[in-house]
């Protein structure tokens, strides 16, 4: 089983930038596929960014070109770093991982990630 904890957020002004960590324990992050993803105050929940066990990374459209994310399989973590934020990507941020296996379907489905952890709230205000 790996662990997941989330660090990281905070509040900031739109235009201002954060980067969430994601730090796991009790197994590597090799060989798995990994993401973020969001849930916004009225509910919404999305997938934000996943990166594949090849290295292939996904981003949901709406944070292309903003958000990137990173995986450092020395220090058995993951992060996500995110630009030019706006009170839209207000939201509570969690990381997840998927059990190790070949592949990943790239889909930003939650239902492919097994682990998550609770979760770092990131607020933009205008």
């Known amino acids: 089983q790996v662990q997941l904890v989330e660090s990281g957020g905070g509040s900031v002004q739109s235009g201002g930038s954060l980067r969430l960590s994601c730090a796991a324990s009790?197994?590597?992050?090799?060989?798995?596929?990994m993401g973020w993803f969001r849930q916004t105050p009225d509910g919404k929940r999305e997938g934000v960014a996943m990166?594949?066990?090849?290295?292939?990374?996904k981003y949901v459209d709406s944070v292309k070109g903003r958000f990137y994310i990173s995986l450092d399989n020395v220090k058995n973590s993951m992060y996500l770093e995110m630009n030019s934020l706006t009170p839209y990507d207000t939201a509570m941020y969690y990381c997840?991982?998927?059990?190790?296996?070949?592949?990943?379907?790239?889909?930003?489905?939650?239902?492919?990630?097994?682990?998550w952890g609770q979760g770092t709230q990131v607020t933009v205000s205008s």
């Open positions: 997840a991982a998927s059990t190790p296996r070949i592949s990943c379907d790239m889909t930003l489905n939650r239902y492919e990630f097994n682990f």
């Open positions: 009790g197994d590597t992050l090799r060989r798995r596929c």
């Open positions: 990166i594949g066990t090849s290295g292939i990374q």
